[in-house]
């Protein structure tokens, strides 16, 4: 058996594992649920035979079957934590090649990058820029080339074949491996930073990941493990993600966060999964999907049980996932677990996840407990709940630097909807009314959702009162 068939049958007889894993446990719940294979498959919308082959372990379940199926058993996302645990990627002596599956055809239009080079200001002299690493090294402090080494990084893909050593010789210099690899990560500090109030954001972002993604094959099909390619891959398909999770097309999110969650896989990257792993908690739970979002969730928590920051994340998307569902026990549960989770943070967690440190950490366990109490709120009426979320909101906006434009206006409209769910109309007007044209405005799926839910809770309960009436009408000056 040749190294590549071997590789195509232990990556199968990994995948066919889980499948049967996923397979038995589906047996089991719906028999407990007293169905048949037809009663199930009718309740899904599949055929039986789809689900006889899931039991089965002989095909890999479609994500839409594994939310239906986990709603119609009532297993809390039992079976989406399933897919979404961590597969097993064997170690190997001197990183051989990985899957050509993992270079399988990207979302989107191959477009180009033209978007010149970056502000000077916002040049990063070392490595890491905006909670980013090294991929290479995993650690902070590497030394990055000038933005004047890299022109045709910057312009436009490179060779054919995407980026190899060399790509960028244009500007007379000859870039390694290692610094176009600190150089592509220093770009994407950099586009985060600079480009995120710009339309050509997306496309720079992409246009840059297909050229490293092209780089990446050009060296697996060489016969050595892309290793720095496909970590750096994963960051930027989790910016990608994001972004086209920004504008609301959750599809194309989805795909790359789950080709971002493939890459990180091939090189057993436990931090980029579990961030990944959360975008996608987002994005469903933008779809108001409970039973996924859990299973995503719990999923982030089997990434590796011997990190705090990663038991702290799942506990808080765990938590808002609960609410969504009204299960208030369990919300306060995951809540009061993640608070002390939080607490017991030290150097290592702080180091691969910056974002969780101090008064920004705090300030996002806050917001996120805050959204989770809301959520619940709106599920269940509970008044008290709403009075909480209004606390933990509320502290979560003051310690929101004055860059963070996007993060306070979502919070004031998330303050404003809890003050709206504790019954005082006149409090969540008043905030509301504050960033209401700057809130039209945006395209942000998440700023126009907490819009939405705002509105929708005055206008059903208080539409007649005279403060509630006046915020209608500044909403539709607003929007005029």
């Not at 390619?229 to 972004?243: E, H, K, N």
């Not at 971002?260 to 108001?288: I, K």
């Amino acid at each position: 058996m040749t190294g590549g068939s071997a590789r195509a049958a232990g990556s199968a007889r990994t995948a066919g594992a889980r499948w049967a894993e996923f397979g038995r446990r589906l047996r089991t719940l719906r028999r407990a649920a007293g169905l048949t294979q037809l009663q199930l498959g009718l309740r899904v919308g599949y055929h039986h035979s789809a689900v006889s082959k899931l039991e089965a372990g002989l095909r890999e379940p479609p994500g839409e079957l594994v939310r239906r199926l986990d709603t119609v058993l009532r297993t809390g996302g039992e079976l989406a934590a399933i897919v979404a645990a961590p597969r097993e990627v064997p170690r190997r002596a001197g990183r051989s090649p990985a899957d050509p599956a993992l270079f399988a055809p990207l979302p989107g239009a191959d477009t180009l990058v033209g978007q010149g080079a970056p502000d000077p200001r916002m040049w990063p002299a070392r490595l890491p820029a905006e909670g980013l690493v090294c991929p290479l090294h995993g650690t902070a402090g590497c030394a990055v080339p000038e933005p004047g080494e890299l022109p045709a990084l910057l312009d436009g893909p490179g060779p054919a074949g995407g980026p190899a050593p060399g790509w960028g010789a244009g500007a007379g210099a000859v870039v390694a491996e290692a610094e176009l690899l600190h150089g592509l990560t220093a770009v994407l500090a950099c586009l985060i930073r600079e480009a995120f109030g710009h339309e050509g954001r997306v496309t720079a972002v992409e246009g840059l990941l297909r050229a490293l993604v092209r780089w990446a094959d050009e060296v697996n099909s060489a016969g050595r493990l892309p290793y720095g390619q496909l970590r750096l891959g994963a960051q930027y398909a989790q910016v990608a993600g994001r972004l086209r999770m920004e504008r609301g097309q959750i599809g194309v999110a989805m795909a790359w966060f789950g080709h971002g969650l493939r890459w990180a896989d091939a090189v057993q990257d436990a931090p980029a999964r579990a961030t990944l792993l959360s975008d996608m908690c987002t994005l469903v739970r933008l779809d108001g999907d409970p039973s996924l979002m859990l299973g995503y969730a719990q999923g982030i928590g089997a990434v590796d049980g011997r990190r705090r920051w990663t038991a702290t994340l799942s506990h808080l998307y765990q938590a808002r996932g609960h609410a969504l569902a009204g299960d208030a026990a369990q919300c306060r549960r995951h809540i009061a677990l993640a608070r002390r989770g939080f607490a017991r943070l030290d150097r290592r967690d702080h180091l691969e996840a910056p974002w969780m440190a101090g008064a920004e950490g705090a300030m996002r366990v806050d917001s996120a407990i805050g959204g989770a109490l809301r959520d619940l709120a709106v599920a269940t009426g509970d008044r008290t709940a709403a009075r909480r979320a209004v606390d933990a909101t509320a502290r979560s906006r003051a310690q929101v630097p004055p860059q963070m434009r996007g993060a306070r206006l979502l919070l004031t409209l998330r303050l404003a909807d809890s003050w709206a769910c504790a019954g005082d109309p006149g409090a969540a007007v008043a905030l509301a009314s504050e960033v209401l044209p700057e809130a039209v405005r945006s395209r942000e799926s998440m700023v126009t959702a907490e819009l939405r839910g705002l509105h929708s809770r005055l206008t059903g309960e208080w539409a007649d009162l005279p403060e509630v009436r006046e915020y209608r009408e500044r909403l539709l000056a607003a929007g005029e």
